[in-house]
């Protein structure tokens, strides 16, 4: 079992910055990737990034290119989000979540083993 527990969402203006962070414990996270999705209200959940935990190899949806990173601390065994440059669409529930394999970057929700609760950011126009 893994617990994910994000933190850091919030209120910010359009053109601001946040950093979001996820927390884990629980099993050991060698071999697994870690990913962030959100879900604005009415729409389906949507991937945002994800980042294998050994090689830190990433991927981005076309969305958040150029604006997010995503980054780990292995020995803190957490993962963060910055996200610079927020928009108003960017307004979602943003989850995180892990894979229990790494051996290829997945964007699917459905690939993905454990969830944390989800952390609310609003972007003001």
């Known amino acids: 079992q893994v617990q994910l527990v994000e933190s850091g969402g919030g209120l910010v203006q359009a053109g601001g910055s946040l950093r979001l962070s996820c927390a884990a414990s629980?099993?050991?996270?060698?071999?697994?990737?870690m990913g962030w999705f959100r879900q604005a209200p009415g729409k389906e959940r949507e991937f945002v990034t994800t980042i294998t935990w050994n090689a830190g190899s990433t991927a981005y949806g076309d969305s958040v290119k150029g604006r997010f990173t995503v980054s780990r601390d292995n020995a803190k065994n957490t993962v963060f989000l910055q996200m610079n440059s927020l928009k108003p669409e960017d307004t979602a529930v943003y989850y995180c979540?892990?894979?229990?394999?790494?051996?290829?970057?997945?964007?699917?929700?459905?690939?993905?083993?454990?969830w944390g609760q989800g952390t609310q950011v609003t972007v003001s126009s």
């Open positions: 629980g099993r050991s996270l060698s071999n697994g990737a």
């Open positions: 979540a892990f894979r229990k394999t790494a051996m290829w970057l997945s964007i699917r929700r459905d690939e993905y083993d454990y």
